[in-house]
Structure formats: C-alpha cells, structure tokens
Nanobody
Framework: HVQLVESGGSSVEAGGSLRLACAAF????????MTWFRRAPGKQREGVAA????????WYSEAVKGRFSISRDNAKNTVYLQMNSLQPEGTAMYYC???????????????????WGRGTQVTVS
C-alpha cells in the first residue's frame, strides 16, 4: 500500500512560480511511475507530468511543456513539480498519483493509477 501527500499549493500571480511536492509513504519504491494530474473547475482531470522511478525521460502534457519540470528524489520518496510562468488557466487542484506499471504511453490515463493523494490547490490570478 502507498500513501501520497501533496504540498506546496498556494495563490500566485500570473507569471509566478510554485514548486509542489508529493511525499510517498509505504511501498513507494515499487511505484515505477509517479504522475501529477490536475483538475480545473468545471473540467476533467488531466495529466500534467510523469516520471519513472529512475527519473529518466519524464513526460509532459503539451499545455505545460517548457514551463513545468518534474523531478524525483528516491532517497526522500518525494516527487516534485516545478511550475514556472504560471497562467490563470493553471488554476486547479493538483493531484499526485502512482502506479507500479511503467509510465510509457498511457501515463496520462487517470484510470490506470492505483494510488492518489488528496490534492493541493493552486490558484493563479
């Protein structure tokens, strides 16, 4: 079993930056793929970025590519999401998710994840 706890959400002005963190407890080492999703008001949850256990070849949605960066510290069982040049459309609840299967091409499918955090709110104005 894996428990995920997100932190770092806040209110920020457009153009600003935030760094989110997702701490994993339990059998975190068995989670091959760690992913950040977000759900904006009135919209479906969407994949933002994913990373393998090795940290090799992270995946990004087109909406955030070039502005967001995902990283992983396996010694701390923590995944980070550095968000730069935030825009109002980035306002959402951000969730961390984990699964034992590799990220591969299905990383953005939220139905394929076993474990979820409760989310952290990001508001951009």
């Amino acid at each position: 079993h894996v428990q995920l706890v997100e932190s770092g959400g806040s209110s920020v002005e457009a153009g600003g930056s935030l760094r989110l963190a997702c701490a994993a407890f339990g059998s975190a080492a068995s989670m091959a793929c760690m992913t950040w999703f977000r759900r904006a008001p009135g919209k479906q949850r969407e994949g933002v970025a994913a990373i393998y256990h090795s940290g090799w070849e992270p995946w990004y949605s087109e909406a955030v590519k070039g502005r967001f960066s995902i990283s992983r510290d396996n010694a701390k069982n923590t995944v980070y999401l550095q968000m730069n040049s935030l825009q109002p459309e980035g306002t959402a609840m951000y969730y961390c998710a984990a699964r034992a299967a590799s990220c591969a091409l299905t990383w953005a499918r939220d139905d394929l994840y076993n474990y979820w955090g409760r989310g952290t709110q990001v508001t951009v104005s």
